[in-house]
């Protein structure tokens, strides 16, 4: 990489640390299952901020668009759930696992993450990424003690 390059790289990974956003999506809003909005744009390093709101609900990530097909643990019922984006493009599908939440009220939402030094090259390409791992930890222990 040129020297001018490498200063670009840099600058930008600064300015991407600074810019970092938190977006709030709120969890069960007028008591109805659903998240809002339900489909936000974001970019690495900002925080999704699953503020629960109302009912009883959690969030798990899908393996595909509008999908109910769980593929992490996920959080439930906290206050807050708050998520730092972690890959550099691609889509992150959720849904609430709570009962039939996802099948019969479609509670499902998408983060759609854009490629923060190119944001025409948006999340065009989904990537299925498995960041919502928290609670694994606590499974497992709760296994060991059973
Ligand atoms: C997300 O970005 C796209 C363009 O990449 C835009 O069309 C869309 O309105 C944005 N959605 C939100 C919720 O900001
Ligand atoms: C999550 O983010 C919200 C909004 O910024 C903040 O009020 C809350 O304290 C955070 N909670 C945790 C557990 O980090
Ligand atoms: C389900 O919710 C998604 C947003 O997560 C929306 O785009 C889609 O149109 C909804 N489907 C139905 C059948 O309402
Ligand atoms: C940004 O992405 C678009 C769509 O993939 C592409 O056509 C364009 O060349 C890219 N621009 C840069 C500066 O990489
Ligand atoms: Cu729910």
Same mark, same amino acid.
């Given at each position: 990489m040129s020297r001018a390059a490498v200063l670009f790289t840099i600058l930008a990974s600064l300015l991407t640390t600074v810019i970092a956003t938190t977006i709030v999506i709120n969890v069960g809003e007028d008591n109805k299952n659903q998240f809002v909005p339900n489909a936000v744009n974001a970019t690495k390093g900002d925080v999704i901020a699953f503020h629960f709101v109302g009912g009883h609900h959690d969030v798990v990530q899908s #393996? +595909?668009?509008?999908?109910? =097909?769980?593929?992490t643990n996920g959080c439930p019922n906290p206050e807050w759930y708050n998520y730092t984006v972690d890959l550099p493009k691609g889509q992150i599908w959720f849904f609430c696992s709570t009962l039939t939440h996802c099948k019969y009220y479609n509670m499902t939402g998408t983060i759609f993450v854009? #490629? +923060?030094?190119?944001?025409? =090259?948006?999340?065009a390409t989904p990537l299925v990424y498995t960041?919502?791992?928290?609670l694994i930890s606590s499974i497992v222990a709760a296994f060991l003690m059973i």
């Open positions: #393996d +595909s668009f509008g999908s109910c =097909n769980q593929i854009l #490629d +923060s030094l190119n944001q025409t =090259n948006n999340a960041g919502f791992n928290i």
